[in-house]
């Protein structure tokens, strides 16, 4: 199983990757992405091919 992580300080709160995630796991919160619906992450990687500022990494966990 993996995620999505976001770095805090990196991100914009632009929305692309809310955007671009098919599965609505993502959502802007006081300006900041956060992971809202983790168990919906099919690890596509388009929310980390699309933000600008590289602020979200994807953690593999077993």
Known sequence: ????????????GCDICVDACPQDVLEVV????????E???IACGDCLEE?????ITEVVED
Not at 2 to 12: A, G, L, Q, R, Y
Not at 30 to 37: A, F, L, M, P, Y
């Open 51 to 55: 933000c600008p500022m590289g602020a």
């Open 39 to 41: 168990d919906n992450c």
């Open 30 to 37: 006081g300006g900041v992405c956060t992971v809202t619906n």
């Open 1 to 12: 199983m993996s995620h999505p992580v976001i770095d805090t300080d990196e991100c914009v």
